[in-house]
């Protein structure tokens, strides 16, 4: 048994994008109904979580959970350059109220993934003035986030810049595209000085980064050190200096002679083909702390896709015994994260299952699994025991 820190924060992780429904004015939406797509599905509704938020703030903080992180959109609040929208200002601040008002810890997002239509037709991230456009963003949520502990300004800037917002958000269980070095270059600037305009604020700001928990096959040492540092090194090493890092981990990727190496035959993978593998978390903390020098981490996602939910219990399990050995080395870790609190829009498809609550699609009925409540019993007491 793991005993976990008194003041240690639990909770689940969302995104605007996946869960809220008609997200109209996002790059997204707008490839998702292009003619000849290549998104499998619409995201639609959704799980109408932007209407139905007061029931997914209440399905954890009824359980005894502490924190609640989601993103809030900006293709919502800058629908057209320069034109902010008081009504989704206010939403958005009706969402932190509510996690406050309910005893929830709101860790808020501000980019997930998707951006304002306009932001993506002027070029998106590799506009020259991507970093402005994006700080005036900042600077306009600013008020709404008065009293939020923890904000996380960009979600997984590696893939960002891996996926170029051509490809899926996905990452592969294999290869991943080559990162665009110029993108790279204008995700830490807006990162940089986004935590400047935040540090007005008394919350802890950091981003999240994706990591893949590299392993090396004989031989290929040099080579997997080559392949990570552009999609995950460069990316920590801008950690430095932040009030706290975002860990998510799901996998490994093996690195040979050539380059990425497939989930071999006959392992067990998960409904995204990813390779079964819970201890990727301790390995993605230890690297973390090791790239950062020492930033505060939180776990900001970690779970598994599956349909079976006994699966799901297991594979948290083990990486919370992970993340415990890695916090008993001195690895200063705050807080876990599952990903995901729902069933939700995988980025072109419904069939991925992350959530500890399903629900049901015609109605939007909430439908808790027994994973939620076998985690909030380890929330409440810190006792990570099957």
């Known amino acids: ?54 029931e997914d703030i209440a399905l954890l903080s009824e359980r005894g959970f502490n924190v609640y992180r989601f993103s809030i959109e900006w293709a919502r609040i800058e629908p057209e350059p320069g034109f902010i929208s008081k009504a989704m200002l206010q939403h958005y601040r009706r969402m932190i109220e509510g996690c406050l008002a309910a005893g929830l810890k709101p860790m808020v997002t501000l980019h997930h993934f998707t951006t304002p239509r306009w932001f993506a037709h002027r070029g998106g991230w590799r506009a020259a003035d991507a970093p402005e456009l994006f700080i005036r963003y900042v600077e306009t949520v600013l008020p709404i986030l008065r009293d939020v502990e923890w904000i996380c300004d960009i979600n997984e800037p590696n893939m960002v810049a891996m996926t170029r917002g051509e490809e899926g ?42 990591g893949q928990a590299f392993h090396a096959a004989p031989g290929g040492e040099e080579e997997m050190r080559a392949y990570r540092y552009p999609r995950e090194d460069v990316f920590l090493e801008a950690s430095r200096g932040d009030g706290f890092i975002g860990v998510q981990a799901y996998l490994r990727t093996f690195i040979g002679k050539d380059g990425p190496l497939p989930v071999p035959e006959g392992t067990e993978t998960t409904l995204t083909g990813w390779e079964y593998f819970p201890q990727a978390l301790e390995i993605c903390s230890r690297h973390a702390w090791d790239l950062t020098r020492g930033v505060p981490q939180f776990v900001t ?54 959530g500890l609550v399903g629900f049901n699609p015609d109605t939007f009925e909430r439908q808790p699994k027994p994973s939620i409540d076998w985690l909030a019993q380890i929330a409440r007491t810190g006792n990570l025991a099957r």
């Open 301 to 354: 996602e970690n779970g598994i896709a599956t349909a079976d939910d006994e699966r799901r219990k297991d594979y948290t399990f083990g990486a919370l015994s992970g993340l415990g050995r890695a916090m008993a080395d001195g690895i200063d870790v705050r807080g876990y994260l599952h990903w995901s609190l729902l069933d939700n829009y995988e980025w072109g498809s419904f069939d991925p299952t992350f």
């Open 1 to 54: 048994m793991t005993q976990f820190p008194s003041d240690f924060l639990w909770g689940a992780a969302t995104a605007a994008h996946q869960i809220e429904g008609n997200n109209v004015n996002s790059d997204w939406w707008e490839r998702e109904h292009a003619p000849g797509t290549d998104v499998a599905q619409p995201s639609g509704d959704a799980a109408d979580s932007f209407h139905r938020f007061p």
């Open 169 to 210: 958000t996905e990452m592969a269980a294999a290869a991943l595209p080559s990162p665009d070095a110029l993108i790279t270059e204008r995700l830490i600037e807006s990162h940089h000085r986004a935590r400047e305009v935040l540090s007005t604020l008394p919350a802890l700001s950091g981003w999240s980064i994706a």
